[in-house]
């Protein structure tokens, strides 16, 4: 390849590096996130909640008199993965507690879903006639005679009508699911309202410092609709491009089709409203996104959704369906139906190209191939990432062989390629000609290099995307990685974190580049190469362990696979440095 394609395809690589990593939702103002190990914090004053939402009815929607959040009863009903709490108030979800997810390394606490927000999960609003905004249904619910560990009902008012909501377990559905079915029986003659029904809210996560996995999602079974935070936060823009004032409240509607679910979830965990059938879900689905105040000014979101589906014979209408809580495990998601598995977020590359085939095929690999190191104990999930590395090399084993001999070959005519560079430099045309001519006569190929950078750059940027939300890898340790889904920071100083991974990986890469034969005798292309051998480490050093270990575990290989064929017998070829070239 001569410098001009090379600067030109280092130039492609290195815009491609610093789009995809530097085109991400800005960081929100300090505060915005909240460390994994904050799983409970102290209740919010309802005025702290967004003016859409009132505490307090109007007479003209709900009759009852709304029940203090203090004197409210608590109903507790639960499975092996999940401990519901559920509300008097409302007579909706208060809590779930994920018996077998931890807050952080200690072990020592679970992860609590709708901590810290006022309102419940599944919480129903009606929509004011007269002001068009949305209002929580706060009265008093009861729990019906049957209730057991896995199943109740709760019975309550809403303007005359009777409402009845179901919560249970069932053994043919996941097991982070809970199914729930809400009836509204009106008055005779009157037609029931439709109601809202909230997705709940998470804590960010640390490690989400730009909130990026922070959203409400929706999604019609075509389109994938997201909010983030950023809409409720003012914005400048970009010299004034894409600024905004902050909104206090973000409708989405779906008005060709209706929304097969709405979700809300931070980096690992997801919640996710999702009816159960097409007669449940209507002709249209309508969506409020509100942010939810947590203390010391930190910020969460949840979203209102409202399927219109038209009233049964006795004007009564039923939401049915189940409501996903818990982790984004690729297995799991991926068996839920209507195409949840969207949760997982992946990223793409300049906003437009998506990685999402790949990503799913990579944590399948390392799914299937953690199944079989199960039996090495708590580091099954390193050794998988380990053993992912040396399959994917084995995979590109001959693409990088090619490389290295196209490289061994135009390093050996890289002086007579130099030559026929200065002596038609001043004509272009006939110096590509006789370029050409001496790659033919030669068997050559100057691009035969660039094939495995093309194959190995979206395995990266895979797992780069795959391993920001791989909840599986979260809190599993290997060596001294703490957390492979965070970075693997050894200790502090002056509070800089001092992460060895990153290092290592730029090292081995060095040493990789170093050993790899130079078709060039070009310095502007080792300084290039010393730049890339500076900025991967740089790039890498916030990312998760799980991705500088699979780095640096691919360049020990290629230093490998480099002094294997170091020694292998070039192919006999008739050198041209003899010829002429005319001038």
């Known amino acids: 390849m001569d410098r001009k394609n090379f600067f030109l395809g280092m130039a492609c690589i290195v815009g491609a590096f610093a789009l995809f990593f530097l085109t991400k939702p800005a960081p929100q103002p300090a505060g ?117 560990a896995n199943s109740i009902t709760l019975v309550g008012s809403l303007d005359g009508a009777r409402v009845e909501r179901t919560f249970s377990f069932a053994e043919t559905i996941e097991a982070y699911s809970l199914r729930f079915a809400t009836k509204v029986i009106p008055a005779a003659g009157k037609p029931a309202p439709s109601i809202w029904v909230s997705t709940g809210s998470w804590q960010p996560t640390e490690a989400d410092s730009a ?74 689905t309508e969506v409020m996104v509100l942010p939810v105040p947590l203390e010391a000014g930190k910020r969460s979101l949840h979203a209102f959704a409202s399927w219109e589906t038209v009233p049964a014979a006795d004007l ?21 139906p209507d195409g949840q598995v969207a949760v997982l977020q992946f990223s793409k ?69 130099q030559d026929i560079r200065e002596k038609l430099k001043d004509n272009p045309e006939k110096m590509q000609k006789e370029l050409m001519k001496l790659y033919t006569e030669n068997k050559i190929n100057p691009f035969a290099g660039c094939l495995p950078i093309l194959i190995q750059m979206p395995i990266f940027f895979g797992l780069y995307t795959a391993f920001q939300t791989t909840v599986e890898l979260r809190l599993h340790s290997f060596l001294w990685i703490h957390d492979l889904s965070a970075p693997d920071t050894v200790f502090h100083i002056g509070g800089f974190p001092v992460n060895l991974l ?46 500088t270990l699979y780095m640096t575990i691919q360049n020990l290989l290629t230093i490998l696979q480099t002094w294997l064929t170091k020694d292998e017998p070039d192919v006999v070829v008739i050198p041209p440095a003899t010829k002429k070239v005319k001038g």
Not at 516 to 521: E, I, L
């Open 502 to 547: 990153p290092i290592l990986m730029g090292l081995s890469m060095w040493q990789s580049m170093r050993m790899t034969p130079n078709p060039s005798a070009d310095s502007s292309q080792k300084t290039i190469f010393l730049m890339m051998t500076l900025l991967f480490p740089i790039i890498c050093y916030p990312m998760p362990a799980a991705l």
């Open 211 to 284: 909130n990026q996995f922070l959203s409400v999602l929706a999604y019609d079974g075509d389109e994938l609709t997201r909010v983030g935070l950023d809409v409720f936060t003012d914005s400048s823009g970009f010299f004034g491009l894409g600024s905004h004032k902050a909104e206090s409240e973000h409708p989405v509607a779906s008005v060709a089709k209706p929304l097969l679910w709405v979700a809300s979830g931070n980096q690992f965990f997801a919640s996710i409203v999702h009816p159960r059938d097409a007669a449940a879900r209507g002709t249209r």
């Open 32 to 148: 915005a996130s909240v460390p994994a190990a904050q799983v409970q914090a102290k209740t919010i004053a309802p005025t702290a909640l967004s003016p859409v939402l009132n505490t307090s009815l109007a007479p003209s929607t709900q009759a009852a008199k709304p029940v203090a959040r203090a004197d409210a009863k608590s109903f507790v009903i639960e499975n092996e993965r999940i401990k519901v709490t559920l509300s008097s108030r409302g007579g909706a979800i208060s809590k779930v507690e994920l018996k077998k997810e931890f807050a952080d390394v200690t072990k020592t606490q679970v992860v609590i879903f709708n901590s810290g927000n006022d309102e419940s999960a599944l919480a129903i609003a009606v929509k004011n006639p007269t002001t068009g905004k949305l209002e929580a249904i706060l009265s008093e619910f009861v729990a019906q005679p049957g209730a057991s």
């Open 349 to 417: 590359l300049l906003g437009f190209i998506s990685f999402g085939a790949i990503c799913k095929l990579l944590l399948a690999t390392l799914g299937g191939v953690h199944w079989l190191l199960e039996w090495s104990g708590s580091w099954s999930w390193g050794w998988a990432i380990v053993l992912l590395t040396c399959l994917i090399k084995i995979i590109t084993w001959p693409l990088t062989a090619v490389q290295m001999k196209a490289a061994k070959k135009m390093q050996k005519f890289a002086k007579p390629m």
């Open 316 to 336: 009564s209408r039923t939401l049915e369906g189940d409501f996903f809580v818990g982790p984004k495990e690729y297995a799991r998601v991926a068996a839920l």
